[in-house]
Structures are given as C-alpha cells and as structure tokens.
C-alpha cells in the first residue's frame, strides 16, 4: 500500500515542483523585464519620428503629419502585447542562471545608466563622438531598430497620401512620381543617419568604463541571448504597427493636406 501511495504521489510531486520552477522563472522574468527599463522603451517607440521640421525634401512634410504618425503609431502598438511577448522569449530562451545575470547587470549601477541612456532620460557627452565603442553598442544592442521600422512605414505612408491626394500641389508637377521618390529616398537614408546618431549618443552619456562594461555584457551569452529577444519582440510590435497605418493615416492626412492648400 506504501508503494502504491509513493508511486500515485510522483506524479503530483513533479507537477507542483515544475509549478513552483515555472513561478519562480516568471518571477524573475518580471524582475528582469522591470530592471531593463522597457517602460521607457516603449515610450520612446510611441513617438519615433522627431517633432522639430526636417531639413532638405524632408521640409515638405509640415509638423501636424508627425503628431499624427506619431499618435497613430502609439494608437497601434499594444505595450501589454509586447512586455507578454517579451517575458515569454526570456522564459523560453533563458535558463534561470542567465536571468539571473541579466536582472544583477541591469540593477548594477552601471546597468541603471544604460536603462536611463536608452530611456532618452540622460543628456550630454561624456566620450569622444568618433568611439568605436559607441558602434559596436548599436549593432550588439540592436537599439533603434523598432523605432525606425516604425518611422519608416510612417514617412512612407504619409508621402503616399500626398501623392494620391494632390498635397504640396504634387500633382502640378511633371514627373511627380519621380520626385517622390527622391524625397522619399531622401527621407530613408535622413531616417537611418538620425537613429544610427541617435543611437550612438545616447551611448556617448555613459562613461568609457561604463561603455566596455555594457559591451561586455551583450557580448556575454545571457547579455546576447536577452538583448536578441528584446529586438525580436520589439521589431515584430514596430512590424505589426506599421502595417496597419495606412489606411488610419489616410483621412487623418488628406484632411490636413487640404487644410494647406491655398
């Protein structure tokens, strides 16, 4: 009967200690999301293209288009969708030691700097604007990269409503097509010099010690692994945002558009 009772107890032993491993990964899961800062890279990734008018082509696009991309973009990303998404990456991908070096870095002193670096929370240059370093923390971080995707899918969205709507008196001019895809052109490549610069001087606030502290950490296997899922979730919310843009866009854009016209 001893036997019987051990042999029917296993099953329920095994299930209440992988509850109790389960509860615990997602304890830390959280304590890890909460160190990073992602509250404040969320807020970042709501408003991804700058306020103040652009230079160049890029003037054409009057300053009541960015608040509306901007608010459309914050309309269509779901923050609780993302955090979901990015606690179950870090429960599937990182083992309990990994999550474990990620939250101590992230809650280290130097960790604080990078959350309110990346957080648009800290101001100024403490390095030289030509480190390398400052290159090699973009590209391992894979900062920016959401934000970009976002802006983009914005910037083009917008061009295409003006184009189809006759705005900036587009349609009076030959080979309108053509200039369009200068400006359009034009505003990529602005977009992608302003995040790669954005990115790096954010980055240019911490110290040179600091820097080499962060790089190492998402050189490390747990920094790697933690910092690959943030892209990922991140990219694919900024992916599923923008798509569905256009056609928000669209009346919204064609009304300030007409507003304009003399």
Known sequence: MTSLRLLLATPLLLALAACSSLQKNSGDVDAVIQASGLNGQLERLETPLPIDRMDGPLALIPDEWITLVNSTIADNLKPEQIRSN???QLQKNLSASELHVVQAFYESPT???VVNAESGKTTGSRS???NATLDALANATGAGQAASL???HG????IDVAVKNGCFGLGDIPMASLLVGVVKKAQLNALRSSVTTGVRQQYSTLSEAEQADYLAFARSTAGRKFLAARAS??????????SALSGQLGEQIKTVCTAKRP
């Open 86 to 88: 990015l606690k179950s």
């Open 111 to 113: 960790g604080q700097r």
């Open 128 to 130: 030289s604007p030509g």
């Open 150 to 152: 976002l802006a983009q």
């Open 155 to 158: 910037l083009n969205d917008a």
């Open 233 to 242: 979730v991140m990219n694919d919310a900024a992916t599923r945002a923008g």
